[in-house]
Nanobody
Framework: VQLQASGGGLVQAGGSQRLSCVAS????????ISWFRQAPGKEREFAAG????????VYADSVKGRFTISRDNAKNTVYLQMNSLKPEDTAVYYC????????????????????WGQGTLVTVSS
């Protein structure tokens, strides 16, 4: 599986941005997909994830109520809609695929993910 993340850019605080993660390869709809982010000087952290069917989105407390993750398995794509952005949301955002996830499981640890996209930078100005 290869993942391609896109949609990053510069946005003002309070604004919105939508990230996309397009997968190539087979069995995409069997994988949980998550978005992680890494700010300068900080460790990579879980932001949001979604199980294989899209029925169970999971969010970090820091983004809950502002971010929405969704997937379109027909298009092999996962989206991250980010609203009410804050300067502390500035980071490189990575999508990742977990081929070993259970039907109703979304792991929050980066170590659970075998496949990673290249990252897309989101910069939120104050």
């Amino acid at each position: 599986v290869q993942l391609q993340a896109s949609g990053g850019g510069l946005v003002q605080a309070g604004g919105s941005q939508r990230l996309s993660c397009v997968a190539s390869g087979r069995f995409f709809d069997n994988y949980a997909i998550s978005w992680f982010r890494q700010a300068p000087g900080k460790e990579r952290e879980f932001a949001a994830g979604i199980n294989w069917s899209g029925s169970m989105p999971v969010y970090a407390d820091s983004v809950k109520g502002r971010f929405t993750i969704s997937r379109d398995n027909a298009k092999n794509t996962v989206y991250l809609q980010m609203n009410s952005l804050k300067p502390e949301d500035t980071a490189v955002y990575y999508c990742a695929a977990d081929p070993d996830s259970g039907m109703m499981v979304v792991e929050r640890s980066p170590g659970s993910y075998n496949y990673w996209g290249q990252g897309t930078l989101v910069t939120v100005s104050s």
